[in-house]
């Protein structure tokens, strides 16, 4: 039966993606090796490289000044090592559910960290707005997208210090105005790669602000000056990252990508607003293109694994929610075709009827 993968990471890649991943790992750019088996630093390498960096820039119009990195450690190294290279007295963080409860957890490892607003009290349904960020914050940290609870920022905040975005789970679903960030950082198994990559897009003017030592491995300087290759990187992820870069570009890059994800969400979310067996666990206005989020009204509660075996007989996998929200989570990454989404609107309607 065919598969509709719903998971929220690691989760479903482009049919491009596995397939060009699959015939390199049989034989990697006509060398008759397996990618797998050859030096990091071969040409056929390098320029997969170079040209997965490049098209990260091109893709997302990252202007001049920034580099893009593919580092390991996943997000969660990244908690740590964005205080490490820029924090010195003072950052503000944004508390946005567990991911940037992390983050919050360790930049306060390094120095002076102000929560300047939470959505804890309603158990992170909705993002905070309207608070105020102290011109003497070394940065501001967000997360925009948050993963568990199916909140997002989409947009670019206007703010009169270094911004720092977390976009572990949205990267690559809209344009995004470089120019605003000082650092953008993400684990790539959620719109990019299989897991293992971490990217970073660092601003050249952030770093070798701090006073303190950083080691070496630690050091954003470390990985930019050797184009990410000081030492091995996570080679078959960055093959199929690149894999996934060209995909997107055929497909016609970030504006063409927004508009088919909204097409996805508005699907789901019509017939979550329109069953009434079904309800939204978010502020309507905050609500995830990436991860929708629902529940069942307390009249059907009893039922929520019961539609969960219902859709498993449709072939829908990977829709439990969370268990810090409960009821499901349908994730509608890039690669998720629509038809897949259809499939489960049809299911809950069908759920619907029988009930
Ligand atoms: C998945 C996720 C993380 C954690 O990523 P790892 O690569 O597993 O460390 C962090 N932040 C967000 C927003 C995520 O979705």
Not at 39 to 61: G, M, P, Y
Not at 80 to 86: A, I, K
Not at 103 to 130: H, M
Not at 241 to 260: P, S
């Amino acid at each position: 039966m065919k598969k509709h993968n719903f998971y929220a990471g690691p989760c479903i890649l482009s049919a491009y993606t596995l397939d060009n991943t699959l015939e390199a790992i049989r034989d990697f750019a006509g060398t008759g090796l397996s990618i797998l088996e050859i030096s990091h630093r071969s040409k056929e390498f390098t320029a997969v490289i170079e040209e997965a960096a490049q098209l990260f820039k091109d893709l997302l119009d990252v202007p001049e000044g920034y580099h893009v990195l593919f580092l390991g450690g996943g997000a969660s190294l990244q908690f740590c090592m964005v205080p490490y290279n820029l924090l010195q007295n003072k950052a503000g963080y944004v508390d946005t559910g567990v991911w940037a409860s992390n983050a919050i957890k360790e930049a306060k490892l390094f120095g002076n960290v102000e929560v300047l607003a939470s959505s804890k009290d309603a158990n992170y349904t909705y993002v905070p707005k309207g608070y105020n960020v102290p011109t003497d914050l070394d940065y501001l940290h967000v997360t925009t997208n948050n993963t568990i609870y199916g909140t997002e920022l989409r947009k670019d905040l206007d703010v009169p210090v270094r911004l720092v975005a977390d976009m572990s789970s949205d990267i690559f679903s809209r344009p995004i105005d470089i120019k605003k960030y000082d650092l953008i950082y993400g684990g790539a198994q959620k719109n990019v790669a299989p897991a293992g990559v971490t990217f970073v897009i660092v601003k050249e003017d952030a770093l070798g602000k701090v006073s303190r030592a950083i080691p070496t491995m630690l050091d954003y300087r470390t990985h930019a000056a050797k184009g990410s290759m000081f030492n091995t990187p996570p080679v078959l992820p960055i093959y199929s990252a690149l894999q996934t870069l060209k995909w997107y570009k055929q497909l016609g890059g970030v504006e063409k990508i927004e508009v088919m994800g909204k097409e996805k969400a508005a699907l789901l979310y019509d017939e979550i607003d329109r069953n009434p067996m079904f309800v939204g666990t978010v502020a309507p206005e905050d609500r995830s293109i990436m991860n929708v989020c629902f529940v069942m009204t307390p009249e059907y509660k009893e039922l929520e694994k019961e539609f969960i075996d219902f859709a498993s007989t449709k072939g829908i996998v990977g829709i439990k929610g969370h268990r810090s929200v409960g009821g499901f989570r349908a994730s509608l990454y890039n690669a998720l075709p629509i038809d897949s989404v259809k499939v489960l609107v049809d299911a809950m309607k069908e759920f619907q009827k029988n009930h």
